[in-house]
């Protein structure tokens, strides 16, 4: 069932990446953004871009979704791409 009425959108968490610094170097894990949004059926859920449907009542939120994260990009190359902008310690043992 695809959804075109308004939903009310509770919180919105914009994509990230979580950093962990080992012996020599950096991990980045990607976390996606997600949208919190109050369903139809008076259920608060948690939608993605991959998750985008009420497991309760099946309601299809896959629109407003979209266009809510597509909105909401990284600012900047930075943001999108932090391992481009690191650059080892003197102590580190990486050669630069």
């Known amino acids: ?3 075109t009425e308004l ?3 509770i919180e919105y968490v914009e994509g990230y990446y979580d950093l962990e610094d ?3 170097g950096r991990v980045y ?4 953004g997600s949208v919190v949004v109050e369903c139809i ?5 948690t939608l993605t871009r991959s998750e985008t449907t009420c497991g309760e009542c099946g309601a299809d939120y896959a629109s407003i979704v979209r266009e809510i994260l597509a909105i909401q990009r990284p600012k900047g ?9 690191w650059h080892p310690s003197e ?3 990486i050669p630069c």
């Open 1 to 3: 069932m695809q959804v």
């Open 7 to 9: 939903v009310r959108v």
């Open 22 to 24: 080992i012996e020599f």
């Open 29 to 32: 894990k990607w976390h996606p």
């Open 41 to 45: 059926c008076g259920e608060r859920r």
């Open 77 to 85: 190359d930075e943001a999108a791409h932090p391992w481009r902008y």
């Open 91 to 93: 102590h580190s043992g």
